[in-house]
C-alpha cells in the first residue's frame, strides 16, 4: 500500500473510532522504529512523554489516566483525571468529589483524542465495571497498557476486546502456570450444592466491594438462585452504583440491620476482613467462604480459615495472559503486577521480547480487598 493511501486510512480510522469499535487493523500501527521509546518508568508511575500524561499514577500528577476503580489504580490527589465514565463514577463514590480529581474526563470505550501529538481511547478490559486498557498513537505506534483484566465472560461489564498493537503492557497477577483457574459457573454450582445441603447454616463468602460482589450476584442469579441476597454494609453502596448504571442485581438485603433468624440458610456476601472478625459469628452457624482466584492455592484457603473456597477470579489466568498477549501481535510485552518472571520466559518461548516494569505498589488481589473494606 502507498505510504500516502496508508496515512489516509489510519486518519480515518482513529477520527471515526466509534464505527470502527472492535475492529483497530495492525496495519495502521507498524512501519515505525520497532522498539516503543515515549513511554517512560517515573517513580510516579508509567508516564507518557509526548502526552504528558501517567497511566494509573501512584502519587498526584498533573494529568492521570486511570485504568478503573480499584484504589491500587485510582488514587486520589491528582488535577485531572480521564477515564471511563463508570471509573470516574467509582472515583467518586470512593474517594469524594474533591479528592477524585480537581477536573475529571469522561471517554467512552472508543472515543478519540488527540493529547499533544497523542491519540488516546479506552478500549474495554473486563475487569470491573468501567475498567479499560488505554490506547495510544504516537508516530505511527500504538502502545496498549491493558490494567487489570479477564477474558471471563462477565455480565456486569463490557468483555474484553483485544487490540492489535506494537506495545502491549499487561498485568501478570495469575502469572505461573500453576494458575489455570475453573470455570466460574462450576464454582457457583459448587457453593450452591453446599448451601442445599446444609440448609440450616448460613453461608458467608468473602468478596470486594468492586467486581467481584456485582459478579458474585450475577453468577448466583445466572445459576439458579434468586433469593434475597444479604449484603454487609460496606458491600451496598457499589452495588447502588452498578444498579445506577443498568446492572440488574436483584433483590439485595442489608445484613447488618437483619435479624440473625433471618439469615438462616441464606448467603451472606461481606468484605473478606469480616468473615473472620467478630461480624461473621453474629451469622447463624456460618460457613465461611471466600471467592477468589487466590483460593486455587489450599494453603491460602487454610490459613484464612476458610470451610468453602469459591476459586473466582477477576484477572486473566495463566492460559488467558498468553493468549492474549500473542494474540495482540506486540513484539514487545511490558509485563508487571504479578509473576513477571515466568511469564516473560514463556513469552521469549514465543519469540515474543519481553521486559519486566517491577512497578510496586500494586496489590494482589486480596491485599486489595483487605483495602476495599476500609475504604
Given at each position: 500500500?502507498?505510504?500516502?493511501?496508508?496515512?489516509?486510512?489510519?486518519?480515518?480510522?482513529?477520527r471515526?473510532?466509534?464505527?470502527?469499535?472492535?475492529?483497530?487493523?495492525?496495519s495502521?500501527?507498524?512501519?515505525?522504529?520497532?522498539?516503543v521509546?515515549?513511554?517512560?518508568?517515573?517513580?510516579e508511575?508509567?508516564?507518557?512523554?509526548?502526552?504528558?500524561?501517567?497511566?494509573?499514577?501512584?502519587?498526584?500528577?498533573?494529568h492521570?489516566?486511570?485504568?478503573?476503580?480499584?484504589?491500587d489504580?485510582?488514587?486520589?490527589?491528582h488535577?485531572?483525571?480521564?477515564?471511563t465514565?463508570?471509573?470516574?463514577a467509582?472515583?467518586r463514590?470512593?474517594?469524594?468529589?474533591?479528592?477524585?480529581?480537581?477536573?475529571?474526563?469522561?471517554?467512552?470505550?472508543?472515543?478519540?483524542?488527540?493529547?499533544?501529538?497523542?491519540?488516546?481511547?479506552?478500549?474495554?478490559a473486563?475487569?470491573?465495571?468501567?475498567?479499560?486498557?488505554?490506547?495510544?498513537?504516537?508516530?505511527?505506534?500504538?502502545?496498549?497498557?491493558?490494567?487489570?483484566?479477564?477474558?471471563?465472560?462477565?455480565?456486569?461489564?463490557?468483555?474484553?476486546e483485544?487490540v492489535?498493537?506494537?506495545?502491549?503492557?499487561?498485568?501478570?497477577?495469575?502469572?505461573?502456570?500453576?494458575?489455570?483457574?475453573?470455570?466460574p459457573?462450576?464454582?457457583?454450582?459448587?457453593?450452591?450444592?453446599?448451601?442445599?445441603?446444609?440448609?440450616?447454616?448460613?453461608?458467608?463468602?468473602?468478596c470486594?466491594?468492586?467486581?467481584?460482589?456485582?459478579?458474585?450476584?450475577?453468577?448466583?442469579?445466572?445459576?439458579?438462585?434468586?433469593?434475597?441476597?444479604?449484603?454487609?454494609g460496606?458491600?451496598?453502596?457499589?452495588?447502588n452504583?452498578?444498579e445506577?448504571?443498568?446492572?440488574?442485581?436483584?433483590?439485595?438485603?442489608?445484613?447488618t440491620?437483619?435479624?440473625?433468624?433471618?439469615?438462616?440458610?441464606?448467603?451472606?456476601?461481606?468484605?473478606?476482613?469480616?468473615?473472620?472478625?467478630?461480624?461473621?459469628?453474629?451469622l447463624?452457624?456460618?460457613?465461611?467462604c471466600?471467592?477468589?482466584?487466590?483460593?486455587?492455592?489450599?494453603?491460602?484457603?487454610?490459613?484464612r480459615?476458610?470451610?468453602?473456597?469459591?476459586?473466582?477470579?477477576?484477572?486473566?489466568?495463566?492460559?488467558?495472559?498468553?493468549?492474549?498477549?500473542?494474540?495482540?501481535?506486540?513484539?514487545?510485552?511490558?509485563?508487571t503486577?504479578?509473576?513477571?518472571?515466568?511469564?516473560?520466559?514463556?513469552?521469549?518461548?514465543?519469540?515474543?521480547?519481553?521486559?519486566?516494569?517491577?512497578?510496586?505498589?500494586?496489590?494482589?488481589?486480596?491485599?486489595?480487598?483487605?483495602?476495599?473494606?476500609?475504604?
Open positions: 500500500m502507498p505510504e500516502k493511501v496508508r496515512e489516509d486510512v489510519c486518519s480515518l480510522v482513529l471515526n473510532a466509534h464505527a470502527f469499535r472492535g475492529f483497530f487493523p495492525r495502521c500501527t507498524t512501519g515505525g522504529e520497532d522498539w521509546d515515549w513511554l517512560e518508568l517515573k517513580p508511575g508509567l508516564f507518557c512523554v509526548p502526552g504528558a500524561f501517567y497511566i494509573d499514577p501512584l502519587q498526584p500528577v498533573a492521570a489516566v486511570i485504568t478503573h476503580g480499584h484504589s489504580h485510582a488514587r486520589p490527589g488535577e485531572l483525571v480521564t477515564g465514565p463508570e471509573t470516574l467509582i472515583m463514590l470512593r474517594m469524594g468529589e474533591g479528592r477524585a480529581g480537581q477536573a475529571q474526563q469522561a471517554l467512552a470505550y472508543g472515543e478519540v483524542i488527540s493529547i499533544g501529538d497523542v491519540q488516546l481511547w479506552l478500549a474495554p473486563g475487569h470491573v465495571l468501567g475498567s479499560a486498557q488505554v490506547v495510544m498513537e504516537y508516530r505511527r505506534q500504538r502502545a496498549v497498557v491493558s490494567g487489570d483484566y479477564k477474558r471471563a465472560p462477565d455480565p456486569t461489564c463490557v468483555p474484553f483485544v492489535p498493537c506494537d506495545l502491549f503492557v499487561t498485568e501478570a497477577t495469575f502469572g505461573l502456570p500453576v494458575f489455570r483457574l475453573p470455570d459457573a462450576h464454582e457457583i454450582a459448587k457453593l450452591l450444592h453446599d448451601v442445599r445441603l446444609f440448609p440450616e447454616r448460613t453461608h458467608v463468602v468473602g470486594y466491594a468492586l467486581g467481584k460482589c456485582q459478579r458474585l450476584i450475577a453468577l448466583l442469579r445466572e445459576g439458579g438462585y434468586h433469593d434475597p441476597l444479604w449484603l454487609h460496606a458491600l451496598l453502596p457499589m452495588c452504583l452498578y445506577s448504571f443498568g446492572i440488574s442485581l436483584g433483590e439485595l438485603r442489608s445484613a440491620a437483619a435479624k440473625k433468624g433471618e439469615m438462616r440458610g441464606g448467603i451472606v456476601l461481606a468484605p473478606p476482613s469480616a468473615i473472620a472478625d467478630r461480624w461473621a459469628r453474629r447463624p452457624d456460618p460457613v465461611v471466600l471467592a477468589s482466584g487466590w483460593m486455587h492455592v489450599r494453603q491460602r484457603a487454610k490459613a480459615g476458610v470451610e468453602l473456597p469459591v476459586v473466582i477470579s477477576d484477572h486473566a489466568d495463566w492460559d488467558a495472559l498468553l493468549e492474549t498477549c500473542q494474540a495482540t501481535g506486540a513484539k514487545e510485552i511490558w509485563v503486577h504479578g509473576r513477571e518472571d515466568a511469564l516473560i520466559y514463556a513469552l521469549g518461548k514465543m519469540q515474543i521480547r519481553g521486559r519486566a516494569l517491577r512497578l510496586l505498589g500494586y496489590e494482589e488481589e486480596d491485599e486489595q480487598a483487605e483495602q476495599e473494606v476500609s475504604a
